[in-house]
């Protein structure tokens, strides 16, 4: 691990992680980082400064994947990034510069990451990210993974919403998902071509995500 807190966890793929308190949970929060090749890619940025990850190479764009992952978006684009955002962000943070906003056969940041705009559930608008090189799914809030070694309350909060122990969604999912396009879309993420799975809360999963995804989607 580096002195700014970057962690490879792949080649190519570095994450960091930062303290996040949700509705009175400590929850934690992950930015990924990848190393492209025209440039670095930071997903779901955090309260870091964008020169922390000058290390592995120069940051390019930065992807505010939903919305609610947007609250440390502002100073990398100060730094200059090109910003990408979830369907609907751009009206909520209009005092940030977007260059886009992910939609349908969007591929701003070259063939090596593939994105899917899902529109299943309005509260998010999320979109998930593939990095293909690496066989790494990129999420933050379509699903969990909370360990026993989270704190006590975190995972009692989450046990109440459905929400632990394991990868899993929570009620807010099962009670505002459109469960038709749901099932459309997470049956087309299942098709790609990953094994692990990387969210902004809880617990990587190093190998076997793609049955980890499938089976916190069970209740479809």
Same mark, same amino acid.
């Given at each position: 691990?580096?002195?700014?807190?970057?962690?490879?966890?792949?080649?190519?793929?570095?994450?960091?992680?930062? %303290?996040?308190?949700?509705? @009175?949970?400590?929850?934690?929060?992950?930015?990924?980082?990848?190393?492209?090749?025209?440039?670095?890619?930071?997903?779901? %940025?955090? !309260?870091?400064?964008?020169?922390?990850?000058?290390?592995?190479?120069?940051?390019?764009?930065?992807?505010?994947?939903?919305?609610?992952?947007?609250?440390?978006?502002? %100073? =990398?684009?100060?730094?200059?990034?090109?910003?990408?955002?979830?369907?609907?962000?751009?009206?909520?943070?209009?005092?940030?510069?977007?260059? @886009?906003?992910?939609?349908?056969?969007?591929?701003?940041?070259?063939?090596?990451?593939?994105? +899917?705009?899902?529109?299943? /559930?309005? +509260?998010?608008?999320?979109?998930?990210?593939?990095?293909?090189?690496?066989?790494?799914?990129?999420?933050?809030?379509?699903? /969990?993974?909370?360990? %026993?070694?989270?704190? =006590?309350?975190?995972?009692?909060? +989450?046990?109440?919403?459905? @929400?632990?122990?394991?990868?899993?969604?929570?009620?807010?999912?099962?009670?505002?998902?459109?469960?038709? !396009?749901?099932?459309?879309?997470?049956?087309?993420?299942? @098709?790609?071509? /990953?094994?692990?799975?990387?969210?902004?809360?809880?617990?990587?999963?190093?190998?076997?995500?793609?049955?980890?995804?499938?089976?916190?989607?069970?209740?479809?």
């Amino acid at each position: 691990m580096s002195a700014n807190g970057l962690r490879e966890v792949a080649v190519g793929v570095h994450v960091v992680e930062a %303290p996040q308190r949700f509705m @009175g949970l400590e929850v934690g929060a992950r930015m990924t980082v990848l190393e492209l090749a025209g440039g670095l890619l930071v997903h779901s %940025p955090i !309260a870091l400064e964008p020169a922390a990850v000058e290390e592995v190479g120069t940051p390019r764009w930065v992807l505010a994947p939903n919305l609610l992952h947007h609250l440390y978006v502002g %100073p =990398w684009a100060a730094a200059g990034l090109e910003v990408w955002g979830a369907p609907g962000l751009a009206e909520k943070r209009p005092d940030v510069r977007f260059q @886009g906003t992910v939609g349908p056969g969007s591929r701003p940041f070259g063939a090596e990451v593939e994105l +899917m705009a899902l529109g299943c /559930f309005g +509260m998010t608008n999320e979109v998930v990210a593939l990095h293909r090189p690496s066989r790494t799914l990129i999420v933050s809030d379509l699903v /969990f993974n909370f360990a %026993p070694t989270a704190p =006590w309350l975190t995972r009692a909060g +989450m046990w109440c919403l459905c @929400g632990y122990p394991g990868c899993r969604t929570t009620l807010l999912e099962r009670v505002g998902m459109r469960r038709a !396009a749901a099932r459309r879309e997470v049956e087309a993420l299942l @098709g790609w071509d /990953f094994d692990r799975l990387i969210m902004a809360h809880g617990e990587i999963i190093e190998t076997g995500g793609k049955a980890a995804l499938r089976g916190a989607f069970g209740w479809l």
